[in-house]
């Protein structure tokens, strides 16, 4: 039931969902929705407080905040009054109640669905509607505190998830320094961003073609580019390559992102979470409201071997892409009041996260939990009528004590296809007139599949009706 | 933070939610989740499962099912590709997959927002964007069974809600028999339908006037369904007020309704629901698809005296409208598919149930639950350099153990702006540089707001580093 399938109708409608979109139900939806509980608990380890905002926003809200990306913006049709568009991301609406709301610090995280008109490939967990589960801090406090919480909390929700990954970081600062001293004229720096952020998808060669034929940079520019950006390593590795270079080390903005990185590490030390960050010189992140700090997720876990390591790297990075991402953006809420809101966050996706942990579910065969715990059944002789109202009212005996329990929605059920419905139930109870003439019924715990024929013959231990819902407890707890 | 409001912003950008949507956060958005709890633990211990569909379908999907509300469908704009609209319900999305993925029977719910471009009322819980809830079962069974555990499930989510209600059912074959009696023609049933179910909210004369002036009756024909109409009461007064009828009870559609009506009602004395329950002749239900038993739920207790009576009804139902409501719809999935397969569900409105509960939460004063459960603070004289690695270092242990942790996020915080800051939280951890060489800190339990004097006084007990997480454990128990 994943993915939109076309089957002929009688009224000639396409039977599907729309391109990029799909059903949840079933085991999919419940891992997902544990997928959820664990992040949220994360969140709220860290004092963070549930926020939730309408699904478009006004078209001039989300205006001029996605970059290049804009174009796969879904608008509302002009039916008359405001124009809107579906929300892209968490973040913009976030800035927006921010300050429309005048709040000047806060923890909050949001759970919900965000609509990008991209080519989708739902095998690999990229959709048109997909999700988002995003913690931000906004408000005024010293450099890098928050953003080390925020790197720390991505730690604590891989772990609780149990997926070995590792964090990509960079810091706007030091980009658009290095895009400065390469030569880069201040209009196009956040355009050759967006061309240096494809470098995870695209090869050198294809990303300067971009710079020189397209963004307009001579080939000399483009090439030192090139070879600032192709650094990675230890946060401490690379702040030393920089400040030993010295075009870049005396470029303002680059110093000004160099302080951050070592206050940084210094934070992330204490918060245990340095094992996982590459600082990586050539992540740059496609949106345009950010500021500083960036960072992207991998599943990759720390190599073992150096042959491992390119092919760990490959195969996690064509299947998913990246699993959660973000950064500090310190203007985006100035742009809709008269305050500026420090901010910095990340966004954790959902479906890509999903899609990895369904495929190890699928590989360790975990076997489905009972959707009730007692199924209601009726049995009789040759005058039996169903004893359909009796079993009504051991069920709502049931319902009233909080069990989940269902019955056979027929008058006169036939034993075998009671038990068969009864199947996924722990326990059974058994009606009969004659026990019920006592006060009695039969309460059975229900057998694995394969012994049915056993299981009909054993009709369980005869109990009081008033006893009933005490004894289901018991046997449940 | 309830309502849309605009303010004077920089970039001239209205700061405001569209027209009839809102923000949740904060209290209201812990009580709306909660709600949602509350529901969807009736709905599990009927069997439930959950289904997610996407929040836009294809056009043609929704096309032709919800008669003249058709008109209050948001659109997307057509960007290319396909035409999609916003979900208007739950019920047609949930046809759409029952027929898509050839299912024969389920228990589903769901728990979504819809849209309906309406002239929204805020205060009265009456948005564009709005929740439902709703539990539906699919399949064919023997006839009323289903409609009636729909009908308890009903009772089930207001006692937990702990709201008092009244279920209004009718039956849409009896009402489209009195129309053929009363001389409507068929193919303007659906329409004067449609009229009738304003009653609740406009008086008769009005309702005749549409149907003489705008829909074409005469006013022989219109009088005649004003009188039919009015009669309301148990079911067993008014199957048999409909029975002795000489020009109704010969009509075979009101027969075979009033057949469905005597079975369901023994039925709901065996579920317990009786008492809860109305026959009202007037209750038409806007939509297109329902095929039999109609019900909606009003925020009416059972009334103690006559002049209390008339206030309480006039009051709920102006107020929010109905709570949740519903019906069989036997025919909506064979327009998709190959097979017929008949439906009964019920809808709850959580925007109106969340309206009724706020207001009494402020009546009785809820406390707010604390969003933390530890804050971390440092303290020290001249040379106190703030211990932030030491605080960071304490909160990851805590976040390590589950616990909900914050401290501030300043290099050198003063100790009155951390104990403001801990105002919410149970505890307080405390760290000072001579305990701390000795592997110690200070926990103490936080006092209610107004000693802040006498709690920075007290600075707590000695407890180990090692031991802090099963100390705070023991205090949180």
């Known amino acids: 039931m994943a993915s939109s399938e076309a089957k002929p109708s009688r009224t000639a409608v396409t039977l ?58 879904y608008d509302l ?26 709040i000047q610090q806060v923890k ?25 589960c995003d913690f931000d801090i906004a408000g005024v406090y010293d450099p890098m505190i928050p953003d080390a919480e925020t790197l720390r909390i991505i730690v604590e929700v891989f772990d609780a998830l149990d997926l070995g990954i590792t964090i990509k970081l960079n810091h706007r600062k030091i980009l658009d320094g290095m895009f ?10 956040r355009s050759i961003s967006s061309a240096v952020d494809k470098l995870d998808k695209m090869a050198w060669p294809e990303v300067k073609k971009e710079m020189v034929e397209e963004k307009g940079l001579t080939e000399e520019v483009a090439d030192r580019i090139g070879e600032y950006v192709r650094h990675s390593g230890t946060v401490a590795e690379v702040v ?85 991402a973000g950064g500090r953006y310190d203007n985006l809420v100035g742009m809709y009041g008269k305050r500026t809101i420090p901010c910095v966050g990340v966004s954790f996706g959902v479906d890509r996260i999903f899609t990895i942990l369904k495929a190890r579910r699928e590989r360790e065969k975990v076997s489905k939990s009972p959707s009730i715990d007692v199924y209601v059944m009726a049995f009789g002789g040759k005058d039996f009528d169903g004893l359909l109202p009796e079993r009504m009212d051991v069920a709502r005996r049931l319902w009233s004590a909080g069990i989940r329990a269902d019955f056979s929605a027929k008058v006169k059920p036939k034993l075998p296809q009671q038990f068969k419905a009864a199947e996924d139930a722990p326990l059974g109870v058994i009606l009969g007139q004659d026990e019920l003439a006592d006060g009695k019924v039969r309460l059975k715990v229900l057998g694995q599949v394969g012994d049915k024929g056993e299981a009909e013959k054993d009709r369980g231990d005869l109990v009081r009706l008033d006893d009933l819902v005490g004894e289901v407890k018991k046997l449940l707890a």
Not at 46 to 57: C, K, N, R, S
Not at 112 to 123: E, F, G, M, N, S
Not at 285 to 305: A, C, F, M, S
């Open 16 to 73: 599907k969902t729309p391109k990029g979109t799909r059903d949840w139900n079933g085991a999919d939806m419940l891992l997902r929705d544990e997928v959820f509980k664990t992040i949220t608990d994360v969140f709220k380890r860290h004092g963070g407080t549930p926020l939730d905002t309408p699904v478009f926003e006004l078209k001039e809200i989300l205006a001029g905040k996605y970059g290049e990306d804009s174009r796969l913006m």
């Open 77 to 102: 049709e002009d039916q008359g009054g405001e124009l809107c568009s579906l929300r892209f991301d968490l973040t913009v609406p976030f800035a927006r109640w921010l300050a429309m709301n005048s």
């Open 108 to 132: 909050r995280y949001q759970l919900a669905k965000v609509y990008r008109r991209d080519q989708p490939a739902i095998a690999r967990g990229r959709l048109r509607e997909f999700h988002q």
């Open 180 to 189: 400065a001293v390469a030569g880069v004229p201040a209009d196009k720096i």
């Open 240 to 324: 030393e390559l920089l400040r030993a270079n010295e075009r870049l080390c005396v470029n303002e903005d680059i110093k000004a992102g160099l302080d951050d990185m070592a206050l940084l590490a210094s934070y992330l030390k204490a918060l245990d979470v340095m094992h996982k960050i590459t600082f990586d010189l050539s992540l740059a992140r496609g949106l345009d409201y950010y500021t500083g700090l960036i960072y992207e997720v991998i599943n990759q876990p720390p190599p073992k071997t150096d042959g491992e390591k390119k092919n760990k790297k490959d195969d996690a990075a064509t299947q998913v892409g990246s699993m959660a």
